[in-house]
């Protein structure tokens, strides 16, 4: 890898002290959470994540000096606590993920979706639940070595406005290094060193190459044309039923006719729709 600049453009880096761990997180405002997030972005929270979001809620507490879980429910459920809202809904959807995750699907792109394109017509791909951007990096970085100049386009979304911007930003801990094929490392990214030691820049280029929006699964998509593959993977593990065929139900009349909907290989498009087909695992085409 190299770096033509000898330094990242200047970020600030997550820190702060710790959260005061003293405060217990009661049964009844667990639940009252629970609910907040399943009534915002459809996701299900089993009684296991009470310790994830006591956790991750505990910074807040400590940042506003509030001496219980309940006085935060208050807050950000108050008119005064919209801004609020939109931080604990950011640090209660954000899930974990990687470059060139789940490589089978990579390797159906490669092999099948890219050559098969239409001439002539941009190749458009949506990643509907894109998290920090490692997917949709990663999709970009193949459409880029594949296409070149020919017209193509990532749009990626998510719920969380903290995770896009970190998205953007196009920053990451250096053992990322080791997901990404050594022949994108060199075009696509950049080496930290000095003050930016161990971390690893996605390129200028292909930063701008990918559209980034905030956009809730739970509601209808801003007209934003029809994609020929939609990837909507390791996110409907946190849907209920009803909820996965509301969330498909929306995003599958913005796939082409032909268009591919990738899924997670843990999740299953069974009993959620039959307007697309299973051609492969966690692989589904809409008919033509």
């Known amino acids: ?46 009684p296991a994540k009470k310790p994830l979001v006591s956790s991750r809620l505990a910074k807040r507490l400590k940042h506003h000096g509030m001496a219980s879980y309940g006085d935060y429910l208050r807050l950000i459920t108050s008119p005064l606590g919209k801004a609020e809202l939109q931080v604990a809904v950011d640090l209660l959807t954000t899930n974990e993920t990687h470059f060139f995750r789940e490589p089978k699907h990579f390797d159906f792109l490669r092999q099948h979706v890219i050559p098969a394109r239409k001439t002539g017509r941009g190749l458009r791909i949506w990643s509907a639940a894109c998290s920090s951007g490692e997917e949709p990096y990663s999709i970009a970085m193949m459409l880029d070595e594949m296409l070149g100049s020919e017209p193509w386009e990532v749009v990626a979304s998510d719920i969380s406005m903290r995770i896009l911007e970190k998205a953007r930003s196009g920053l990451y801990p250096a053992e990322r290094i080791a997901e990404i094929p050594k022949h994108y490392l060199s075009r696509y990214c950049l080496k930290g060193f000095g003050e930016h030691d161990g971390t690893l820049l996605i390129e200028q280029f292909l930063r701008d190459r990918v559209r980034f929006m905030q956009h809730n699964l739970t509601e209808t998509a801003a007209k934003l044309g029809e994609f020929d593959v939609i ?27 032909g268009g591919y909907f990738l899924v997670g290989h843990s999740e299953s498009l069974n009993g959620v729709t039959e307007d697309v087909k299973l051609v492969l695992p966690a692989i589904y085409r809409k008919p033509e």
């Open 231 to 257: 990837f909507l993977r390791n996110v409907m593990i946190y849907f209920d039923q009803e909820t996965k065929r509301q969330v498909v139900k929306r995003l599958l009349p913005l796939l082409r006719p």
């Open 1 to 46: 890898m190299h770096n033509t600049t000898g330094h990242h453009e200047p970020k600030h880096r997550p820190g702060g002290s710790p959260p005061d761990t003293n405060v217990v997180l009661l049964d009844q405002e667990f639940s009252q959470f629970r609910d907040m997030i399943y009534r915002i972005a459809g996701i299900s929270m089993s």
